[in-house]
């Protein structure tokens, strides 16, 4: 049965600060892995996908990288800033075929405070 | 192309009664499925449909939760006789056929039930 870890759960920072969040799934044979970004009260928005032959994906910035092999991936966020602020969830895609459901994190709950 | 479409998006109903959610996926999409987040916790898969067929409904509970993913029209998601611990925001997301470009689920803005 995947399980997927985030650490740290919950994490404050002053604007600017570069900060990584941190993910890790046991089962390595995943197809693929999402960031996802939650505001309260709201929906999931998708922020980077990594197919599972990649290691890394970037989107402004943010940087995310995979070692499916190890189980881990980061989310490497560069000068943060207070709109920042929101729960940030890992998901990995069990496979191509059968189920192909997302397995969740618990969240990352980030505060950027200005 | 409109998005993942679920309502409503705030329902209220007292211990006993039925709450009916309802998802549209995305045009071209086939392929439902409904995860539950309560309260401070995360997402929990639920069940994967695909048109007419239940494919994989390991996360649903044993009673009181059913799905449906009819040939026309929204799947539903519906919980009969609902308790206080069935208060949640409930998401669906929806994915097109395997193997086709760009195979991402794209999820909606969820349903936020409150029993009161």
């Known amino acids: 049965k995947q399980e997927v870890t985030q650490i740290p759960a919950a994490l404050s920072v002053p604007e600017g600060e570069n900060l990584v969040l941190n993910c890790s799934f046991t089962d390595s044979a995943i197809y693929n892995l999402q960031w996802f970004r939650q505001d309260p009260g709201k929906g999931l928005t998708s922020l980077l996908l990594?197919?599972?032959?990649?290691r890394e994906q970037t989107s402004g910035r943010l940087n995310a990288s995979l070692d499916k092999s190890s189980g881990r991936s980061t989310l490497y966020i560069a000068a943060s800033q207070p709109g920042d602020s929101a729960t940030y969830l890992c998901a990995v895609r069990r496979g191509e075929t059968s189920g192909s459901r997302l397995t969740f994190g618990e969240g990352t709950q980030l505060t950027v405070n200005p | 192309n409109a998005g993942v479409m679920q309502n409503p998006r705030h329902l209220v109903r007292r211990r006993g009664q039925e709450a009916r959610l309802r998802c549209s996926p995305m045009?071209?999409?086939?392929?439902v499925y409904w995860y539950r987040q309560l309260p401070e916790e995360g997402l929990k898969f639920m069940v994967y449909?695909?048109?007419?067929?239940?494919?994989?409904e390991s996360g649903m509970p044993k009673e009181r939760f059913s799905a449906e993913f009819p040939k026309e029209g929204p799947s539903i998601l519906r919980i009969q006789q609902v308790v206080r611990g069935d208060s949640a925001a409930y998401f669906c997301?929806?994915?097109?056929?395997?193997?086709?470009?760009?195979?991402?689920?794209?999820f909606g803005e969820g349903s936020w039930l409150t029993v009161v």
């Open positions: 990594i197919q599972s032959s990649q």
């Open positions: 997301a929806s994915s097109a056929p395997y193997r086709a470009p760009g195979n991402t689920i794209y």
């Open positions: 045009k071209g999409h086939s392929h």
């Open positions: 449909l695909q048109k007419e067929n239940i494919i994989d």
